[in-house]
């Protein structure tokens, strides 16, 4: 008898842990029906993670192969969310993208936030995480859609982290941001792909953006920040050259905006310069809500 109540009592804290933790917490790929196309992501979640827990969507550079991030897993596993990878769709050369203008998505008839709306009911869903903390992290083509969605959707996540990313001319000239968003940018000054004193001309072949400061000072005028503060941290890769943050505060949201730029720095993930993924992270994390 004695046994038996033991077993028992066994199996109902068994049963009190399963429910207070993510047992969808295999890392894998997937796919979701999106109109008549099939679209793949995979997924990073950490073991017991928490029902309920916030989302970092990742979206990748041009064609890039760099679908995943283990630093961004890493602090995933210590910080307690989840991240999605999602996968962009071809463009008129064949490479996965996101379509944020560029004159090689003429032929792409893709509404991004629709997409990223059906994959966020989709993910959330799926694997118990919270429908309000989620957050975008980009890099390149995906940091330019950070900005692409931050003015055609704001609503859709909580917080943007673009990484090498850059603004459009037509957006800046033509859309005004509907909602205050918080949107963080880390740029390597010497960036001769999403160029840091931008590319009216378009001699890159992007189409015409502007500079990423003027970028960045737009969003923060837009969420009507009233002060900037500049400091310099440690440039992990070289001590000699900077790392210039420039913290924009004091909006009536509450919703900051911060640039990092990085003396020298190309276009790439940054990971070598400063501890991107960790950056990223604590920005998010100051725009958490308690949904209970």
């Known amino acids: 008898m004695k046994l038996r109540l033991f077993t028992l009592m066994v199996a109902v804290a068994l049963a009190v842990v399963a429910n207070a933790t993510n047992t969808n917490n295999q ?3 997937y796919t979701i029906a999106y109109g008549d196309t099939i679209r793949t992501y995979s ?3 950490p073991i017991s993670i928490s029902n309920g827990a916030p989302l970092v969507v990742y979206t990748h550079g041009y064609g890039s192969k760099t679908r995943w991030r283990d630093d961004l897993n890493a602090v995933a596993d210590s910080c307690g969310f989840a991240v999605c990878y999602p996968d962009g769709s071809p463009d008129s050369r064949g490479y996965d993208s996101w379509n944020v203008g560029y004159p090689t998505q003429d032929c792409m008839d893709i509404d991004e936030a629709d997409f990223f709306s059906h994959l966020l009911d989709e993910v959330t869903s799926k694997f118990r995480l919270s429908t309000v903390n989620v957050f975008m992290a980009g890099w390149s083509n995906g940091g330019d859609l950070c900005y692409h969605l931050a003015y055609t959707d704001p609503a859709l996540f909580r917080a943007y982290g ?3 990313g850059l603004m459009y ?3 800046y000239t033509n859309n005004t941001l509907t909602l205050p968003v918080p ?3 880390i740029h390597g000054n010497d960036d001769d792909v999403a160029m840091w004193e931008g590319d009216h001309l378009n001699t890159g072949g992007w189409g015409a953006y502007i500079p990423v400061p003027l970028a960045v000072a737009t969003v923060a005028a837009h969420n009507r920040c009233t002060t900037m503060a500049i400091d310099t941290i440690t440039n992990k890769r070289d001590a000699s050259q900077m790392v ?5 505060s004091g909006s009536p949201s509450n919703c900051d905006v911060v ?3 990085i003396e020298g720095g190309k276009h790439s993930w940054a990971e070598e310069e400063v501890n991107t993924s960790k950056i990223l992270w ?3 994390s100051h725009y958490l809500v308690d949904e209970n």
């Open 27 to 29: 890392t894998g790929k």
């Open 43 to 45: 997924m990073h979640v």
């Open 162 to 164: 673009s990484v090498g």
């Open 169 to 171: 001319e037509s957006m």
């Open 183 to 185: 949107i963080i940018e």
């Open 244 to 248: 210039k943050r420039t913290s924009y």
């Open 259 to 261: 640039l990092y730029e």
């Open 282 to 284: 604590k920005f998010f």
